[in-house]
T-cell receptor, first 114, second 112 residues
Framework: NAGVTQTPKFRILKIGQSMTLQCTQDMNHNYMYWYRQDPGMGLKLIYYSVGAGITDKGEVPNGYNVSRSTTEDFPLRLELAAPSQTSVYFC?????????????FGEGSRLTVL | GENVEQHPSTLSVQEGDSAVIKCTYSDSASNYFPWYKQELGKRPQLIIDIRSNVGEKKDQRIAVTLNKTAKHFSLHITETQPEDSAVYFCAATLYGNNRLAFGKGNQVVVIP
């Protein structure tokens, strides 16, 4: 299994541009998450999904959108990029039955907005 | 929402000594408490976890203790080695919810 795969690994955006961070997992996990990590601030949940067709907001959803059309894929969309969205983004998934289990993270996507 | 705090923010220890990181949480209904390790430039990875019906759990050189009354839990690393140098995150579930609240992380530096 490849686990959780994120693309791109690095990206530089100009203010106002849009982009999609891709995330796919091959472990048949129902639960998927998007976090952002800023220096010294830990991991903040942006959006999460408990299954195909179901998404919900986390702590910091403003400026982002997600969709979950399949079990495998959970893309994160940034509309009108702002410097405050400069961060490292991690996608994660977990086992189907419960959220109280191991989170498997992707390698991260480093985004810079100039 | 759930508030998870970690102390200290940075911890330096001599190789071979023990390291202890403490976390406090605010939601008394939280029932699952994992610890993640993140090496520089890498993804976070689960190293140990504990559930609310257990007071202590050990896995080789690492252990976690939970005090539900005081709403805090701690990570203990014994006989520290240079490869233990990393940022460690604690987390707690939001009861009845499908997500974790993470602390801000502790930088542990093991000095050879």
């Amino acid at each position: 299994n490849a686990g959780v795969t994120q693309t791109p690994k690095f990206r530089i955006l100009k203010i106002g541009q849009s982009m999609t961070l891709q995330c796919t997992q091959d472990m048949n996990h129902n639960y998927m998450y998007w976090y952002r990590q800023d220096p010294g601030m830990g991991l903040k949940l942006i959006y999460y999904s408990v299954g195909a067709g179901i998404t919900d907001k986390g702590e910091v959803p403003n400026g982002y959108n997600v969709s979950r059309s399949t079990t495998e894929d959970f893309p994160l969309r940034l509309e009108l990029a702002a410097p405050s969205q400069t961060s490292v983004y991690f996608c994660a998934s977990s086992y189907p039955q419960s959220s109280t289990g191991e989170l498997f993270f992707g390698e991260g996507s480093r985004l810079t907005v100039l | 929402g759930e508030n998870v705090e970690q102390h200290p923010s940075t911890l330096s220890v001599q190789e071979g000594d023990s390291a202890v990181i403490k976390c406090t949480y605010s939601d008394s209904a939280s029932n699952y408490f994992p610890w993640y390790k993140q090496e520089l430039g890498k993804r976070p990875q689960l190293i140990i976890d504990i559930r609310s019906n257990v007071g202590e759990k050990k896995d080789q050189r690492i252990a976690v203790t939970l005090n539900k009354t005081a709403k805090h839990f701690s990570l203990h690393i014994t006989e520290t080695q240079p490869e233990d140098s990393a940022v460690y995150f604690c987390a707690a579930t939001l009861y009845g919810n499908n997500r974790l609240a993470f602390g801000k992380g502790n930088q542990v530096v093991v000095i050879p």
